[in-house]
């Protein structure tokens, strides 16, 4: 069995920063690309960031600069920085991921149940 892990999550000003961790865990065989997508009440889950396992990262407009997806494929973790915070970012964050599993090596994705951020003064 395969689980995805957030952390992070919680209430910040405007402006502020956050930090969030994804720890993926269970009988993997291999971690392919790893990202993070967010969905706000009301609208469509959409993609903020990924990044292969090899390095090569990818970000939608709206976070470009201010956000920044790491990942330590020794830990099996992938982080999101989040800088100047403004409301609009205000979301459930989901971590994602293929993973090739061990035993049956079946390559599926998988979602974290998720983590609230939330943005207000």
């Known amino acids: 069995q395969v689980q995805l892990v957030e952390s992070g999550g919680g209430l910040v000003q405007p402006g502020g920063s956050l930090r969030l961790s994804c720890a993926a865990s269970?009988?993997?065989?291999?971690?392919?690309?790893m990202g993070w997508y967010r969905q706000a009440p009301g609208k469509q889950r959409d993609l903020v960031a990924t990044i292969t396992s090899g390095g090569s990262t990818k970000y939608a407009d709206s976070v470009k600069g201010r956000f920044t997806i790491s990942r330590d494929n020794a830990k099996r973790m992938v982080y999101l920085q989040m800088n100047s915070l403004n409301p609009e970012d205000t979301a459930v964050y989901y971590c994602?991921?293929?993973?090739?599993?061990?035993?049956?090596?079946?390559?599926?994705?998988?979602w974290g149940q998720g983590t609230q951020v939330t943005v207000s003064s």
């Open positions: 994602n991921s293929d993973i090739t599993r061990q035993g049956d090596f079946v390559l599926l994705n998988y």
């Open positions: 269970g009988s993997i065989f291999d971690i392919n690309i």
